[in-house]
Nanobody, 120 residues
Framework: QVQLVESGGGLVQVGGSLRLSCAAS????????MGWYRQTPGKQRELVAM???????NYADSVKGRFTLSRDNAQNKVDLQMNNLKAEDTAVYYC??????????????WGKGTLVTVSS
């Protein structure tokens, strides 16, 4: 069993900053990729940022230069630093991880989601 625990999120004004964290725990053999998606009502969930084993990080074009994803391998944790937030960044943010479990099964896990509201 694997759990993803998210923290951070909340209400911030346009131009402000927030930091989201996600920690994975449980039956983890290897953490293959980890990052964040977001979703607004009526829209599909979209990738925000993802870091894969080897250290390469992919960002959505809409957040490049404003968001930074970092990973703590020892703690199986990622942090998403969000700067210069815009109203269109308002969404529920979901942590996502691609994990190989101790039974050598590669599975995808999701966090419960955390709301980020950017007000003008």
């Amino acid at each position: 069993q694997v759990q993803l625990v998210e923290s951070g999120g909340g209400l911030v004004q346009v131009g402000g900053s927030l930091r989201l964290s996600c920690a994975a725990s449980g039956s983890i053999f290897s953490l293959n990729a980890m990052g964040w998606y977001r979703q607004t009502p009526g829209k599909q969930r979209e990738l925000v940022a993802m870091i894969i084993s080897g250290g390469r990080t992919n960002y959505a074009d809409s957040v490049k230069g404003r968001f930074t994803l970092s990973r703590d391998n020892a703690q199986n944790k990622v942090d998403l630093q969000m700067n210069n937030l815009k109203a269109e960044d308002t969404a529920v943010y979901y942590c996502n991880a691609d994990i190989t479990t101790l039974t050598r099964r590669a599975m995808q896990y999701w966090g419960k989601g955390t709301l980020v509201t950017v007000s003008s």
